[in-house]
């Protein structure tokens, strides 16, 4: 992750203040077949519980204004014994995991707010920090999303924020 990070700042130039952070959810992933048709249905029909949140950062400086997406979910999500394990309140393996977008989704994506920092720095030293064992309910992506969003933002709670104020989410 460091190594990946390294190369993305020096080949990312950004300009204080002015990146964009956004916040997105997408479908759970799961093991192939009914529970991965299982977590598809659940965000088709909006349940809030059953999304995975994501930071997304977008640099205002061109021609590197691509964005990158920044996460916390199981290291091995697809592995039924981890779905349980978690499922089962347990501590599981996690991993604060970094890609790039071409483009921003086009639903279920909201903009947060700029930086004041370099967000990709900031982010970094955010993440080195971040305790990786994963439980849902009590450090998972969630938390993560608020923690960093806070970070770079200053903006408190902004999952639940967003959950008041989207009627598209129950």
């Not at 952070?21 to 991965?36: E, W």
Request: proline share 5%; hydrophobic share 40%; net charge positive.
């Amino acid at each position: 992750m460091a190594s990946m990070f390294s190369n993305l700042t020096n080949s990312t130039v950004t300009t204080m203040g002015r990146d964009e952070v956004y916040v997105a959810a997408v479908p759970l992933r799961a093991a192939r077949g009914p529970a991965q048709l299982l977590m598809s249905t659940a965000y088709s029909l909006n349940l809030w519980d059953l999304q995975h949140f994501m930071v997304i950062i977008k640099s205002s400086s061109p021609p590197h204004s691509q964005a990158l997406v920044f996460d916390f979910q199981p290291k091995d999500p697809e592995d039924i014994f981890v779905a349980l394990a978690a499922l089962s309140g347990n501590n599981i393996p996690g991993a604060v995991l970094t890609r790039k977008l071409k483009k921003l989704p086009k639903t279920k994506c909201w903009f947060i707010g700029s930086t004041n920092v370099d967000a990709l720095v900031a982010t970094l030293k955010f993440n080195q920090s971040w305790e990786t064992d994963l439980r849902i309910g009590h450090h998972d992506c969630r938390d993560y999303t608020n923690g960093l969003v806070e970070y770079l933002t200053g903006k408190r709670y902004v999952l639940e924020n967003l959950r008041r104020s989207d009627r598209s989410f129950n």
